[in-house]
């Protein structure tokens, strides 16, 4: 069965520096989307990318975000500067429709020191 | 806006004990229904889903209904086991998927 996955599975930085965080969707899915984590905490939206674009973000998303689709292939996340409050479960997903069920990967565990 | 609300935990059981975790929602509209859950250490799996009203989700033993009139989807499951014990999360689908707190359930041998 196909599945979402993610890489890495957790990744460490420091305050400041630049993280992608990467995912490989299923290969029919259109829909790409990424949330986060806090430990703890509930699942939070973070942003959705449909034809390469932007379709929806939330006010978490700010200017230290972007998403990108590269190759067709990977779906990205980048923090440019990472913030200690960015420390988080963060997982990507995926859906071959809008509004209908989305598929998550495993998710990567950043932890900014 | 959409929101979900449901029960907070722990929930602690014992293993063969009669299973509810009550959710509701608010939605404009009459989006999808869900009911994640993420096992210890582990990502996000759909557990089962109601796309409209009176639909019943159903799976491994767990069912939940979609109720417009009362704005629910409880989850219920007549006979949990110690493999049962993860988080569970309902949530609604809109434009994005919008999800309640969670409920952290554990199941004693």
């Known amino acids: 069965e196909p599945e979402v996955t993610q890489t890495p599975s957790h990744q460490v930085t420091q305050m400041g520096q630049e993280v992608i965080l990467r995912c490989v969707p299923i290969s029919n899915h259109l829909y790409f989307y990424w949330y986060r984590q806090i430990l703890g905490q509930k699942v939070e939206f973070l942003v959705s990318?449909?034809?390469?674009?932007?379709?929806?973000k939330s006010e978490i998303f700010d200017d230290q975000f972007s998403v990108e689709r590269p190759d067709g292939s990977n779906f990205t996340l980048k923090i440019r500067s990472t913030k200690l409050e960015d420390s988080a479960m963060y997982f990507c997903?995926?859906?071959?429709?809008?509004?209908?069920?989305?598929?998550f990967g495993p998710g990567t565990r950043l932890t900014v020191l | 806006g959409n929101s979900v609300t449901q029960m907070e935990g722990p929930v602690t059981l014992s293993e063969e004990a009669f299973l509810t975790i009550n959710c509701t929602y608010t939605a404009t509209g009459y989006p999808s229904l869900f009911w994640y859950v993420q096992y210890p250490g582990e990502g996000l799996q759909l557990l089962l889903k109601a796309t409209k009203a009176d639909d019943k989700g159903s799976n491994k033993g767990f069912e939940a209904t979609y109720r417009k009139e009362t704005t629910s989807f409880h989850l219920e499951k007549g006979s949990v086991q110690v493999s049962d014990s993860a988080v569970y999360f309902c949530?609604?689908?809109?434009?994005?998927?919008?999800f309640g707190s969670g409920t952290r359930l554990s199941i004693r041998p």
């Open positions: 990318f449909y034809n390469n674009e932007i379709s929806e």
């Open positions: 949530a609604l689908s809109a434009s994005k998927i919008i």
């Open positions: 997903a995926g859906s071959d429709q809008s509004y209908n069920e989305q598929f």
